[in-house]
């Protein structure tokens, strides 16, 4: 997989995501894609990573004391600088499987509603993580590149990229955004109403594990036909005597407690529909909405949002991937696509 041309380019792609970071290197395609999840020991007021990705995730809510396994993005940007250079840092390494390598031109995605301090932020993470050049891209560009959208066409184009801490609900237009907004909502918030769901309405404790659970086994935008649709067990701990107790929850339940979070998207699209310039709001009416990013696959949420705004909604193919492989083609494609990409220099 890593042959003699990881030589020749080193250029990469990233999707810095509050759940996942994805790597696309240039030529190759998404080659990394792991949990921003950092485990790391406090020694001596001193941080030492101890794991990454798919291995700190595990450890997520199970640490002992002296151990902490955080995310250093929230809501799409980072919360925690140094944690998130450790990550970006291993997560080239990973990609290089070598120690010394040409330093690559490396560009990064940023939600929309990114504050400069927070673009710099990244930007800054990036370089120190070893990068020559750092260059960002606006989330809902690259995720519309990816689902493959003629955004360089003079006709608009709606994109709705729900991702773990931003949804992001975006016009395009000659590959450049007429109007977006970031509601800094996303799956995450989504296993939160799951969460608090179930401690008030079953008095029921649990983790963020066993919430992303049930959002990807039973998960859906909309009440089930029958009113109570597929059921699964969960394990959690009972609030009112402190043990651990196993009960179960519906689809039905599920639809009740995400009602507001899909709600808020589809207020986004509405706001967004209603500011559009006339001429692209008509051809939105014709082409429809694309949805990417993770939250896309929450059950059902394409026939929700088509029946709250009366427009055709389709999820992208590879929703996970779509903004990953939109930032990689800005990569190959830097010529026509240089007045999307801000390299700050």
């Known amino acids: 997989m890593f042959g003699l041309g990881s030589f020749f380019s080193s250029d990469m792609a990233i999707d810095l995501g509050t759940a996942n970071t994805l790597v696309y290197v240039k030529g190759k395609g998404v080659i ?3 949990p921003s999840v950092v485990a790391y020991q406090v020694k001596n007021g001193q941080k030492k990573a101890l794991a990454f990705g798919v291995d700190a995730k595990m450890m997520l809510g199970r640490t002992p004391g002296s151990i902490q396994a955080i995310r250093p993005m929230r809501d799409g940007v980072i919360a925690d600088f140094d944690v998130a250079e450790e990550m970006i840092k291993h997560f080239i390494r990973k990609v290089h499987k070598r120690s010394t390598f040409s330093k690559p031109k490396i560009i990064v995605c940023v939600p929309h509603g990114a504050t400069p301090v927070e673009k710099r932020a990244i930007r800054q993470s ?11 891209i606006a989330e809902p560009i690259a995720a519309a590149i990816g689902a493959g959208m003629p955004i360089t066409d003079p006709t608009g ?3 709705v990229d729900i991702g773990g801490g931003t949804t992001e609900v975006a016009v395009l237009s000659l590959a450049d955004i007429v109007y977006a907004r970031s509601v800094r909502m996303g799956g995450d918030r989504m296993d939160e ?15 963020e594990a066993t919430a992303e659970r049930i959002k990807k086994t039973i998960g859906t935008a909309r009440m089930p036909d ?3 649709g597929s059921v699964m067990s969960i394990r959690g701990r009972d609030l009112l005597n402190g043990v651990p107790k196993e009960t179960e929850i519906s689809q039905a339940q599920v ?10 998207i589809c207020d986004g699209v509405m706001t967004a529909l209603e500011v559009t310039p006339p001429d692209l ?12 990013g993770g939250g896309a696959l929450l059950g059902e949420l394409d026939l929700e949002l088509r029946q709250k705004t009366g427009l055709a909604v389709s999820v992208a193919d590879e929703s996970l991937n779509c903004v990953a492989i939109g930032t990689g083609k800005a990569l190959e494609y830097e010529k026509q696509l240089a007045h999307v990409i801000d390299y700050d220099s």
């Not at 109403?193 to 983790?207: E, P, T």
């Not at 639809?255 to 808020?264: D, K």
């Open 226 to 228: 029958d009113g109570k």
């Open 281 to 292: 709001a008509a051809d939105i009416v014709d082409r429809g909405v694309m949805l990417t």
């Open 193 to 207: 109403a799951i969460i608090s769901y179930l401690r008030r309405q079953h008095n029921l404790l649990v983790g």
């Open 255 to 264: 639809a009740e407690a995400l009602s507001e979070t899909v709600q808020q």
């Open 126 to 136: 990036v370089l120190s993580a070893g990068a020559r050049r750092a260059g960002l």
């Open 157 to 159: 184009s709606m994109v």
């Open 32 to 34: 990394l894609n792991e």
